[in-house]
Nanobody, 114 residues
Framework: QVQLVESGGGLVQAGGSLRLSCAAS????????MGWYRQAPGKPRELVAT???????NYQDAVKGRFTISRDNAKNTVLLQMNSLRPEDTAVYYC????????WGRGTQVTVSS
């Protein structure tokens, strides 16, 4: 009944930019935080950035100053603006919405070429 649909992934050269979007639909109860996580081949899934329902943000150190997370509570969407992309940013990026419950999107591939 709850779906998180990511879009905006793709292939980009190092130094380029992408904007990821996640739209939530269905019945979502008591969601406090939305965010983005990523998983590179052979690596565990890791936090990229989160944003709470009052706008507090948290970023992984590796993306600070390059990525910006934003949220539209009325539309139940979360965005991730990714600038100055590096090959090490290559991963599947997952949208997450959580609070008393935990929802995950299917992921979108981001590939950064050198």
């Amino acid at each position: 009944q709850v779906q998180l649909v990511e879009s905006g992934g793709g292939l980009v050269q190092a130094g380029g930019s992408l904007r990821l979007s996640c739209a939530a639909s269905g019945t979502i109860f008591s969601i406090n935080t939305m965010g983005w996580y990523r998983q590179a081949p052979g690596k565990p899934r890791e936090l990229v950035a989160t944003i709470t329902n009052i706008g507090s943000t948290n970023y992984q150190d590796a993306v600070k100053g390059r990525f910006t997370i934003s949220r539209d509570n009325a539309k139940n969407t979360v965005l991730l603006q990714m600038n100055s992309l590096r090959p090490e940013d290559t991963a599947v990026y997952y949208c997450r919405a959580f609070g008393s419950r935990d929802y995950w999107g299917r992921g979108t591939q981001v590939t950064v070429s050198s």
